[in-house]
């Protein structure tokens, strides 16, 4: 059985990941508890220890809206907490996955849709430390690209469906942007995709992305009429409007895949049934 070291096991993607995978994989969570990236030392001593054949590392600082503010921070766990894991692992001449995100790329409309061979031009500091990532590992490791993702209700990071649920239960107006695009992807597909490209590796950049792209006030929509709560409270606004004060992000997130070949992703509506029927 495959040995993954994995970093970010107890968050909203890697719990799921470790639930889905536990009987096919032996995982090796590497807590932060028990190692700090952004401590060279101390990855290079617990990594010496541990016995595995790849490292999935999915622990980052994913705040978009404060990396602004604390840019040391961000820089610090996204980049070189990156290197340091990774460096480790190219040493023991282990197999590395790097989880990415959307947030690489511009999200201009006329650059629209982003495949892997697209140009990453991040336009805040989150996007750019991912980059910055990406660039420690590309060709030497995978970098696997997820976009906005959802599960079952996970209380300890609930993910954008169950905080805009949350939001219009508490009969709270949403104003919703119209004119962007985002790319929601069921976690429990982003398992399965990863699964395959495991036991298939090749040092590569894959994009496990839902199969469409919504605008973020439709987004809203779906989960209202999904969970028969009022469409009235679900206001538009603009793109332009929304970003006033706030860290910019890519407008126009519609994220697609050349590489993936291997795993039928759900579209948001199939998503969201499969979600709803597993919490029954």
Do not use: W
Not at 3 to 24: D, F, R, V
Not at 66 to 82: P, Q, R, W
Not at 254 to 266: C, E, H, K
């Amino acid at each position: 059985m495959i040995k993954i070291a994995i970093t970010g096991a107890t968050g909203l993607i890697g719990s799921k990941i470790i639930e889905l995978l536990n009987n096919k994989f032996q995982f090796i969570p590497l807590p932060s508890s028990l190692m700090d990236i952004t401590n060279k030392d101390q990855v290079y001593q617990i990594l010496k220890e541990t016995n595995f054949d790849l490292f999935l590392h999915l622990a980052a600082y994913t705040n978009v809206a404060k990396a602004d503010l604390e840019k040391d921070l961000c820089f610090k766990i996204n980049v070189e907490g990156t290197k340091n894991v990774f460096e480790v692992t190219s040493f023991k001449k282990k197999k590395f996955i790097y989880i990415s995100t959307d947030f690489v790329f511009d999200g201009k409309k006329e650059n629209a849709p982003f495949f892997e061979t697209s140009t990453p031009n991040p336009v805040g500091f989150y996007g750019e430390t991912k980059y910055q990532g990406e660039k420690i590992v590309k060709n030497k490791g995978m970098i696997v690209r997820i976009a906005y993702p959802y599960r079952n209700f996970f209380p300890k990071k609930p993910d954008f469906v169950h905080k805009l649920k949350n939001f219009l239960e508490q009969k709270k107006e949403l104003k919703m942007i119209k004119n962007a695009l985002m790319t929601p992807t069921l976690v429990d597909d982003i398992a399965f995709g990863l699964k395959y490209l495991i036991k298939n590796y090749t040092p590569n950049i894959f994009h496990l992305v839902g199969s469409n792209a919504y605008s973020p006030y439709d987004v809203a929509k779906i989960i209202a009429k999904k969970f028969n709560l009022p469409l009235s409270l679900i206001k538009e606004t603009t793109y332009e409007e929304y970003i006033k004060g706030r860290s910019p992000f890519p407008q126009y997130s519609n994220i697609r895949s050349l590489t993936n070949n291997f795993f039928p992703m759900s579209d948001f509506e199939t998503g969201l049934e499969k979600i709803t029927r597993s919490q029954k």
